[in-house]
């Protein structure tokens, strides 16, 4: 049977999955947060990164035990079997068309900026950075690794350098005294920041192409998640000092204001090139994830298949181009239909919050003692956000109730009939 190969070390996985929470959210949930929240925002984070401890932990603790590229279906076979799994499976790559082409169209805005005339339209945009994206995956997890641990590296430096111009005190970093009305903006602003650490299911996908992962998969999500937490802290201390929010044009466009006004006008090209490879590196670790769900599903139940073969690099070649294409079909649709990509992100948000869930409900089932515990208060927390979901839950519920009908069973019976009325 193919096998992945183990070139991801603990620094690359650091780098991928912080790389991945930062994202696009840098450079806009810190602005939404401090509208929401004011001063109070930066309670918000650290109640945020509590609360996402339990989760984090819990899927640390599943990697470790069961690391395989089926990420949280191949968790919920483990507990529940396999008819479950391909319903979580494809539970997961239904967000292929309605999600990723959203995503890709930010990427693509800050690509206009740096693609030559005639080339700098939305679409050419998001066609040059889904074509990135299938060049990146196909040199493998190991050169994707090093790009994303780059990336990181260029973000800190660059929340580093706000932190140095604009002069940071320790007036600046003190927490604002708490007050019974706090309490309600700061749990506004934490339904916004959720999405901030979405990107942790993805991650679980990796596991298998660790070097050492019962050692260095759990130290990852777990490094990963303080390193992305810290630096949404320190932008939102610069965002509070600098007053870059409370408008709509600073939701989208705090980064780049606070970056004019620190360095001036040629900082903006820096900041293009940034905004782009923090889009493109959370792009980067989703569309590898969904290209080895594809191929972990094919690998299982068609292992003959072009989906289930794997390249000389060792890298799932087939279902990379799969899921590129499926992408690439997306944005051509949405450019051209006007579709409201905001609209089809919230779908893509209630399926990733339900699949959180069920990794949750899969690992109090699998664990013990006191990751079992961990489990349990993660499991709460995943179903308090769900909750608050609204019609984007629904939807998600409606999807994954669609999956688990027995199609196969109708679809036998019906194909048997059809045989017997021949004969």
Known sequence: MAELKREITLLSGVGQLSTTLLGTGLF???????????????????????AICPIALTFAALGKRYPNAGGTAYFVRKAFGERLETSVAWLFLSVIPVGVPAAVALAGGFAQQLLPSGLDSPLMAQIFTVALLIGINLMGSKSSGRLQSVIAISILALIGAFLWKADI????????????DSLWSIGLALGVMFWCFVGIEAFAHMGEEFKNPERDFPI??????????????????????MQAYGSVAFDSASIP??????????????????????????????TQSLSRMLWAQARQHKPSSKMAKLSNTGVPHYATFAVGGIVLVSCVVGEYSGLDLEFFLKLANGIFVLVYLLAMVAAYKLLSGITQVLAAIALVLCTLVFMCLGWSMLYAVSVFVMLCLPWDLWLGKNRKAEANREL
């Open 257 to 286: 204001w606070i970056a004019e006004q620190l360095f001036g006008n040629k900082f903006k090209l820096v900041i293009s090139v940034l905004g782009f490879l923090a889009c493109f590196a959370s792009l980067n670790l989703y």
């Open 169 to 180: 005190g320790t007036s600046d970093i003190a927490m604002p005294a708490l007050t019974p």
């Open 28 to 50: 806009m949930i810190p602005a939404i947060a401090a509208g929401i929240a004011g001063p109070f925002s930066l309670w918000a984070w650290v109640i945020l990164f509590i």
């Open 220 to 241: 990852a999500i777990i490094v990963g998640c303080f390193v992305a937490g810290a630096t949404y802290w320190a932008c939102s201390v610069v965002i509070l000092k």
